[in-house]
């Protein structure tokens, strides 16, 4: 979803990337999980993309194909990897092995995956760190929005006591359908998975632990916390009763999945907010408040997934880097 998403933007904007940011993009790798095809002189985004589309990779007649994954990034002249492999809590792969290849090789990296960073975020930047390079992952939570920045902003120059967020679409949808229609758990389930709003396996989302991976992140990178996944104390909806919502309702309260990352905490579960607070966001929407010391508390909601909005995500990232990258290279 994401990774065609992005050669179907790179396909149509590559001038105005250029022309906009310098980004002059040469793809000189794809990788999908049966191999990859590499060509140091560029491969073309829209030809893979209807190769992809048509079936694997090795279809791709342009290039060389390979099946050594990661391995083959250490044979390749590149400056950044962009990983949008499955998000894997488990172990963290095959993101983990991507990342850390690319970063021992002297690649900075954008990701959009969230197991290997819910899992070793301290550990992956202090990697980061001590090789020099960049580590982005702004489409890790939010989609689309720029939640990560956002929530540094809000802190710069005042203090941030806490972050408080719908963080997942898919929890979300359920929760407003119980609370419209008077659905049950497990139809507003259904029915959200005819609609693609749920995957055939929503495990992840509904235990709460997408939403977890997402805190943690936060926490990690605008709180500053040295946390793993196993730090957050997790709840998720699949006990959330249709009596319990209605009630809610009556007292004017909403029943949302939300993440909390403060000085004391780290915890995702369900809980009422007000039927006007700013996080009694309906349907697939996403919206997280950042409360800050001395400006207060500020919200940012908006659409939370989605392939050419994840897309946007790794193209800010990149566009960062490049910004990054083109200021050391001028100070030296
Ligand atoms: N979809 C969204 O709206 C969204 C939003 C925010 C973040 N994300 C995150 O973005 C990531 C990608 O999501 P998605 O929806 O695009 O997933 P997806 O459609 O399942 O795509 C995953 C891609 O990873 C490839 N892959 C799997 N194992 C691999 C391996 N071992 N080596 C190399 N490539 C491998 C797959 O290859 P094949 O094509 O061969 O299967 C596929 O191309 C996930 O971590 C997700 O949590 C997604």
């Known amino acids: 979803v994401v990774g065609q998403s992005l050669l179907q933007i790179l396909s149509e904007r590559y001038e105005e990337l250029r022309a906009r940011y310098g980004l002059g993009l040469r793809l000189v790798a794809v990788a999908d999980s049966t191999g990859a095809v590499t060509k140091a002189s560029g491969l073309n985004p829209a030809q893979v993309l209807q190769v992809k589309k048509g079936g ?14 990661p391995g083959f990034l250490g044979e390749l002249e590149a400056d950044i990897l962009i990983d949008a492999t499955p998000t894997n809590i488990v172990d963290g792969e095959p993101s983990y092995s991507f990342i850390r290849s690319a970063i021992l090789h002297g690649l900075d990296v954008v990701t959009v995956s969230k197991g290997a960073l819910a899992l070793y975020f301290p550990a992956l930047k202090e990697l ?7 580590l982005r992952f702004s489409g890790t939570v939010g989609g689309g929005m720029p939640v990560i920045e956002f929530g540094k902003e809000c802190g710069r120059a005042d203090r941030l006591e806490k972050i408080i967020g719908v963080l997942n679409g898919t929890t979300n949808y359920i929760l407003s359908r119980m609370e419209e229609t008077g659905q049950t758990f497990r139809e507003a389930l259904g029915e959200a998975q005819r609609l693609g709003y ?15 991976c997402k805190i943690t992140i936060l926490a990690n990178e605008v709180l500053g916390k040295g946390a793993t996944l ?4 997790v709840s ?6 249709v009596d319990e919502v209605r009630t809610a309702r009556e007292r004017g309260l909403a029943v949302r999945l939300l993440g909390v990352a403060d000085g004391r905490r780290l915890e995702v579960s369900p809980q009422t907010v007000g039927e006007r607070d700013p996080l009694a966001v309906k349907g697939a929407l996403n919206a997280i408040t950042f409360k800050a010391t001395h400006s207060g508390s500020h919200t940012i909601t908006g659409k939370g997934a989605g392939g050419p909005e994840t897309a ?4 800010r990232d990149l566009v960062a880097v490049k910004k990054m990258r083109v200021a050391e290279a001028s100070n030296i």
């Open 312 to 315: 946007t995500s790794i193209l």
């Open 236 to 241: 998720g909806i699949e006990e959330i009763g």
């Open 128 to 134: 980061a760190a001590h090789r020099g390079v960049v």
């Open 230 to 233: 196993s730090d957050v104390k």
């Open 56 to 69: 694997g990779l090795k279809g791709l007649k342009d290039g060389n194909y390979t099946d050594d994954l």
């Open 198 to 212: 749920a995957e055939r396996d929503p495990t992840l989302d509904i235990s709460g632990l997408d939403t977890a």
